[in-house]
């Protein structure tokens, strides 16, 4: 399995934006798909984000589109989710994760903490 290590997170206020970055430790390919997940307090986790190998495959929670970018760096094994217009309810731990086409996300980063103060 790929370990991935999640930041960008932090405090921000309502409207404001944040950009977290996922990277793989080890080599992940190009057609591998990254997505976002987040949990928040008392809630269980739900997906957010996720990218193929394109941009063209991007997929977004409803919640979030228009706010949300996804995107990925195959040369740096990065991907990262930008954050705009952020809300309290997006308060939740952000974590990204890595699955093989047709397949279950295996892959799992630790999380990083994003609260959206009102």
């Known amino acids: 399995q790929v370990q991935l290590v999640e930041s960008g997170g932090g405090l921000v206020q309502a409207g404001g934006s944040l950009r977290l970055s996922c990277a793989a430790n080890?080599?992940?390919?190009?057609?591998?798909?990254m997505g976002w997940f987040r949990q928040a307090p008392g809630k269980e986790r739900e997906f957010v984000a996720a990218?193929?190998?394109?941009?063209?495959?991007?997929y977004y929670l409803d919640s979030v589109k228009g706010r949300f970018t996804i995107s990925r760096d195959n040369a740096k094994n990065t991907v990262y989710l930008q954050m705009n217009s952020l809300k309290p309810e997006d308060t939740a731990v952000y974590y990204c994760?890595?699955?093989?086409?047709?397949?279950?996300?295996?892959?799992w980063g630790q999380g990083t903490q994003v609260t959206v103060s009102s």
């Open positions: 080890g080599r992940t390919f190009s057609r591998d798909i």
């Open positions: 994760a890595v699955r093989k086409l047709r397949s279950e996300y295996d892959s």
């Open positions: 990218i193929g190998w394109t941009s063209y495959s991007a």
